[in-house]
């Protein structure tokens, strides 16, 4: 396996996300083999060719510094599971 | 104990002063309701797509080319991917391997010493929104009117080697992004804030020690005393033959003490990638260079220039111009009333003071520089006294009334008619016999004595040179 169980847990933690046994072992599998098809790039001869930043042939892509309106505030909240004070509100972070 | 070396290197952190956030139209105006500057981009929604703010560019450049740094032509953006409530995208848009600027310096001055701080590297990201604990439900609300609001990081080298110099580093580089209006560097607002690598050695040894971070520090107090907190901690713990671990920190400005704030097992893996929804960019020559060739002139380059074209003393010259909004006070008033010296002393003294007390800065003042001009005007013609004018000063301060306005009002004029001043300098030494002899005996403190009983008799109107001139006169006739 190219990828460890320990790898999946690390991921998994960084993600938040609390898997079960089975799920590890299922994710364990699955990310290996999406690795070893990804590894598959390795293979190519890379030569001479440059890094590439960006996939497509673009480059300075900015916009002016004008001020629009923002989004009124209800319906940047909407899809909040719970909000407070106008704020979004989630369990306790602040130390 | 050993004695031991300290290795600083600070992290800066610059709200740029942008009307807009970086990749979308929204007000980075501060102090605005909690999210209503805000929209599907800098929120972090699906299928957005963000656009860089120009200006953006052109400020992290400035900032480059003011602190000596190489500017690259080629630069691209990158996903910092962390997971944490006030970024709602779960990763900050930043540079990674290619910055917009790399390799400069800055030379600062340190209790009359100069030193050269490198700099590694200068690069563009976005900022993150504010959480605000909710005492009542105890949970965190979290305002995203500052998410994506631009900032660049400037990273020094360690090169820093005490509390004194990172404080000088950080003052340096305040006045240059003042001097180049990128950033408003209000720090107790926190558009300019830094964070502190600090590590110790024994002197002599070569490898460096584990280095701590010490993040989000907003006022120079809190920079210093947490690097010297820092320093003897760290110490503290090798001399009691412990292990200093690599850690984030943070300092309680008002308890003056540092804490752990992520312990170890927790450590950062930021997944670096490539930001594909975002242009690399490129810089022409011709970019740079008309960047290059308005920028305003620096601070260092103005200290120079006060010495040189208006003969002030260098001291004068690096206060002058430590704050820009000083030194524009101090050159407008000048080109009124030309007299350098005595608008700096009126700066660097009772104004400063007056400010500091209220604390507010110099273009929140009522004095204007016009005001100030006639005062010292009406001192230089002998109008008024320098010691009346220190009255009027305060009034002016208070009122915002003119100079001669006060002057007429009050009655304020200096006496400068020999024959009225000396009638009361006879009734002065006929009154203090003894400070005649004092004086008869070579105790010149005693002539001071009568100048300042003449003053009170005239409520500070005489002129002092005249009644100086007349005291002695009269005692040596």
């Not at chain 1, 590890?24 to 001479?48: Q, R, W």
């Not at chain 2, 699906?46 to 630069?75: D, M, Q």
């Not at chain 2, 804030?193 to 280095?211: A, H």
């Not at chain 2, 009034?395 to 001043?421: H, P, R, Y």
Request: hydrophobic share 35%; with cysteine.
């Amino acid at each position: 396996m190219s990828v460890s169980k320990e790898d999946v847990k690390h991921i998994a933690n960084l993600s938040k996300l609390n898997l079960t046994d089975e799920e590890l072992e299922k994710y364990t599998t699955e990310l290996s083999d999406i690795v070893n098809f990804a590894n598959e790039l390795s293979n190519i001869d890379v030569d001479g060719i440059k890094p590439t930043a960006h996939i497509l042939d673009i480059k300075n892509v900015f916009r002016k510094d004008e001020v629009q309106p923002s989004y009124d505030r209800e319906e940047i909240l909407k899809n909040a599971p719970s909000k407070d004070a106008g704020c979004v509100s989630v369990p306790k972070v602040v130390e | 104990m050993k004695e031991y070396e300290v290795i600083i290197g600070l992290e800066v952190h610059a709200e740029l002063s942008t009307k807009t956030k970086m990749y979308c139209n929204c007000s980075t105006t501060f102090g605005a309701d909690p999210n209503t500057h805000c929209c599907p981009i800098c929120t972090g929604m699906p299928g957005v797509l963000p656009v860089l703010n120009e200006r953006v560019v052109e400020y992290a450049v400035k900032a480059g080319l003011a602190t000596n740094c190489e500017i690259s032509r080629f630069s691209k953006q990158d996903r910092k991917n962390y997971f944490y409530p006030d970024l709602p995208k779960a990763y900050q848009t930043s540079q990674y391997d290619l910055p917009l600027c790399i390799g400069g310096h800055l030379d600062i001055n340190v209790n009359g010493n100069k030193k050269r701080i490198g700099i590694t590297r200068i690069h563009i990201e976005e900022d993150a929104g504010k959480l605000i604990h909710d005492a009542y439900t105890g949970d965190t609300l979290v305002d995203m009117n500052r998410c994506a609001v631009p900032l660049i990081e400037i990273v020094s080298e360690p090169d820093i080697r005490s509390a004194d110099e990172a404080v000088a580093y950080m003052q340096t580089l305040k006045s240059i992004l003042e001097y180049l209006e990128v950033c408003d560097c209000k720090m107790q607002e926190g558009s300019l804030r830094c964070d502190v690598n600090l590590s110790v050695r024994p002197v002599g040894q070569k490898e460096f020690g584990t280095r701590t971070e010490t993040k989000n520090l907003n006022s120079f107090k809190a920079i210093h005393n947490s690097i010297e907190f820092e320093i003897q901690r760290q110490i503290e713990v090798l001399e009691n033959g412990g292990v200093v671990h690599q850690e984030t920190r943070r300092f309680d400005d008002v308890k003056g003490v540092g804490y752990a704030m992520r312990s170890k097992e927790d450590a950062q893996d930021y997944r670096y990638f490539p930001e594909p929804d975002l242009a690399p960019i490129v810089l022409s020559d011709e970019y740079i260079n008309n960047i290059k060739d308005n920028l305003p002139e620096m601070p260092h380059i103005k200290k120079e220039r006060y010495v040189s074209e208006y003969g002030l003393p260098e001291y004068d010259a690096e206060i002058l111009t430590s704050s820009k909004k000083t030194a524009s006070f101090f050159e407008k008033t000048n080109s009124i009333c030309n007299n350098p010296k005595s608008v700096s002393n009126w700066l660097m003294g009772d104004f400063a003071r007056l400010l500091n007390e209220k604390e507010i800065e110099i273009d929140d003042s009522k004095v204007t520089e016009e005001n100030l001009a006639s005062l010292i005007m009406l001192i230089d013609k002998g109008t008024i006294s320098s010691k009346i004018a220190k009255q009027i000063f305060e009034e002016m301060f208070e009122t915002g009334e003119k100079a001669e306005d006060i002057v007429n009002k009050k009655g304020l004029v200096q006496i400068s008619d020999e024959g009225a001043i000396k009638e009361i300098c006879q009734k002065i030494v006929d009154a203090n016999p003894q400070s005649i002899a004092d004086y008869k005996a070579g105790k010149d403190r005693a002539i001071g004595f009568l100048v300042g009983q003449v003053m009170k008799e005239t409520k500070g109107k005489a002129n002092p040179q005249i009644v100086n001139k007349l005291l002695l006169e009269i005692i040596n006739k």
